[in-house]
């Protein structure tokens, strides 16, 4: 079985830029997060959907931050405008029912010059 | 809200010697514990869970953990360690009632020395 994919594994853009981070969760699952993890702030959960839906976004920095799900298989995470601060390694999870292990996908290392 | 902390942000151990990651969290709900393990330059694999019964819980390459609810804490345990157990842990807890949102501590590199 294929875990979870993102794509690109590695970004580099300049500031201002749009920035679109993929994800395929694995098959089956019904639970979706995206988080973001820097030296300074740790692991941050941005945004989780249940079954397609998003739930709880209260982690997503700012207006300049969006996510959709537009089904079962495949979400992204757009930055437009894209900022320096931004820079960081992007983790897509995925998971099946409230007590299921959460697997993480290999991420997506995010440059912002 | 649920925090955790993760008293240590580095460990430092010889191979073959023991090792404690100290893990403490913050709920006024039930719970459900999660540790997982990020090695360099890949996503994070969990490495053992808590969700009810016994409160030892054990992964396959030699880990344990103890949820301890009087003192609110999920301490991970190795009674020896290897060279390839060098990585960054990380603790987390979700609300047992309401979904499995993971809110996670801050992490622990353990490095493990020759």
């Known amino acids: 079985d294929a875990g979870v994919i993102q794509s690109p594994r590695h970004e580099v853009t300049e500031m201002g830029q749009e920035v679109t981070l993929r994800c395929k969760p694995i098959?089956?699952?019904?639970?979706l997060f995206w988080y973001r993890q820097t030296m300074m702030r740790g692991l941050e959960l941005l945004i989780y959907?249940?079954?397609?839906?998003?739930?709880?976004d209260s982690g997503m920095p700012e207006d300049r931050f969006s996510a959709k799900m537009p089904n079962a298989s495949f979400s992204t995470l757009k930055i437009q405008p894209s900022e320096p601060r931004d820079s960081a390694v992007y983790f897509c999870a995925s998971s099946f029912g409230a007590s299921d292990t959460q697997y993480f996908g290999p991420g997506t290392r995010l440059t912002v010059l | 809200a649920q925090s955790v902390t993760q008293l240590d942000s580095q460990v430092p151990v010889f191979e073959e010697a023991p090792v404690e990651l100290r893990c403490n969290y913050s709920?006024?709900?039930?719970?459900?514990l999660f540790w997982y393990v990020q090695y360099p330059n890949q996503g994070l694999q969990l490495l053992l869970k808590y969700l009810s019964g016994s409160t030892l819980v054990e992964s396959i390459n030699g880990f344990e953990a103890e949820f301890n609810k009087s003192q609110t804490s999920f301490h991970l345990r190795k009674p020896s360690v290897h060279i390839s157990d060098t990585a960054e842990y990380f603790c987390a807890v979700s609300d047992a009632n309401a979904g499995n949102m993971l809110t996670f501590g801050g992490g622990t590199r353990l490095m493990v020395k020759p």
């Open positions: 098959s089956g699952h019904n639970s």
């Open positions: 959907f249940n079954n397609n839906v998003p739930i709880d």
């Open positions: 709920s006024s709900v039930s719970v459900y």
